[in-house]
């Protein structure tokens, strides 16, 4: 799966949801990778500022601990930004393919 690539990538991803909300506006954010079990709320709020910012978002099958622990973080974490543009591209493909 594409997302265990994330590690390598750190440096161009932003965690949590807080911060990703907040990095959307400054237009570096090239998709919003979202926790399959990360609470209605959250995605409501991630997906709605994804829309309004026209931000390409997917949900995946990760539960919050496992998403962060793919980036090497010991907290749960709901959301994730990539913003790198050829590894969000990976990201939507594979997405896409199954």
Same mark, same amino acid.
């Given at each position: 799966? /594409?997302?265990?690539?994330?590690? =390598?990538?750190?440096? =161009? ?7 990703? +909300? ?6 570096? /954010?090239?998709?919003?990778?979202? %926790?399959?079990?990360? %609470?209605?709320?959250? $995605?409501? =709020?991630?997906?709605? $500022?994804? &829309?309004?910012? =026209? ?7 990760? !539960? ?12 749960? +974490?709901?959301? /994730?930004?990539?913003? !790198?543009?050829?590894?969000? !591209? &990976? ?5 896409? %393919?199954?």
């Amino acid at each position: 799966m /594409v997302m265990q690539g994330v590690t =390598k990538k750190k440096e =161009k991803t932003v965690l949590g949801t807080e911060l990703v +909300c907040r990095e959307m506006p400054k237009k570096r /954010v090239k998709l919003v990778v979202i %926790s399959s079990t990360a %609470s209605e709320q959250t $995605k409501k =709020k991630l997906i709605t $500022k994804s &829309e309004f910012y =026209k931000i390409p978002y997917v949900e995946v099958a990760l !539960d919050t601990a496992h998403l962060a622990s793919l980036l090497g973080k010991g907290a749960a +974490c709901a959301a /994730v930004a990539i913003l !790198d543009e050829r590894f969000a !591209d &990976e990201i939507i493909k594979a997405a896409v %393919s199954k």
